[in-house]
């Protein structure tokens, strides 16, 4: 199913393969839910802190019937300088939200060692 993807770059310049990417990244989360009504992702750049030089600040929405579901790239450990990596690092956690929500929705949660 294909839904609109709304990407906007802040402060970077804009780069059709990024994008390119972006849009399949996110088509490819229909496969976990069916129901994405729309998609809107912002890349920029993290300029607070200069210690460690500027990173990319990937920040994803995705719009679904009853809520919507957001990721952030920028994070303790998650500071990219490359922006192909905070993409993929950014979809790959709002995969598995997508999917936790799905589980959720289905009555089938995950089981923990221990538990």
Do not use: W
């Amino acid at each position: 199913m294909n839904f609109p993807v709304n990407v906007t770059f802040d402060g970077v310049d804009a780069s059709d393969a990024l994008r390119a990417i972006i849009v399949d990244r996110a088509q490819r989360l229909a496969r976990f839910a069916d129901d994405i009504t729309s998609c809107q992702v912002v890349v920029a750049l993290d300029t607070q802190r200069h210690h460690h030089g500027n990173a990319f600040d990937i920040r994803v929405r995705l719009a679904l019937p009853g809520g919507e579901i957001e990721a952030r790239g920028v994070g303790a450990g998650t500071r990219h300088a490359d922006p192909y990596v905070a993409v993929a690092d950014t979809f790959d956690v709002l995969r598995r939200r997508v999917e936790d929500r799905s589980r959720q929705r289905r009555g089938a949660f995950k089981s923990h060692a221990g538990a």
